[in-house]
């Protein structure tokens, strides 16, 4: 059975710091490109950012580039999102996905369950 179970997330002020966590059982990491996202309340999903796990690549939405840091640890089967200065407008529940943009991560259907992000300020 394919899985992908985020963990980590919870309530932080802003400017701190949180690290998720995305593990997959059920297929390798490095079969599919590994994307980030979220859903604030209201809001439309949106793509964070993605890490291609074969060769460590990764590309960022310009709202959290140079803030956030997509990494994977493929002997785990993990993708990790380290996420630093966060703002309140970071609030909102993190997804993983199989796929770096929400039309392929819909078609291929492997998604985790979310966490939730809470930034007070």
């Known amino acids: 059975e394919v899985q992908l179970v985020e963990s980590g997330g919870g309530l932080v002020q802003a400017g701190g710091s949180l690290r998720l966590s995305c593990a997959a059982s059920?297929?390798?990491?490095?079969?599919?490109?590994i994307g980030w996202f979220r859903q604030a309340p209201g809001k439309e999903r949106e793509e964070v950012g993605c890490?291609?796990?074969?060769?460590?690549?990764?590309d960022y939405a310009a709202s959290v580039k140079g803030r956030f840091t997509i990494s994977s640890d493929n002997a785990k089967n993990t993708v990790y999102l380290q996420m630093n200065s966060l703002k309140r407008e970071d609030t909102a529940v993190y997804y993983c996905?199989?796929?770096?943009?929400?039309?392929?991560?819909?078609?291929?259907?492997?998604w985790g369950q979310g966490t939730q992000v809470t930034v007070s300020s």
């Open positions: 059920g297929f390798n990491v490095d079969d599919y490109a």
């Open positions: 890490i291609s796990t074969s060769d460590g690549s990764t």
């Open positions: 996905a199989a796929g770096c943009n929400t039309a392929v991560a819909g078609m291929l259907g492997y």
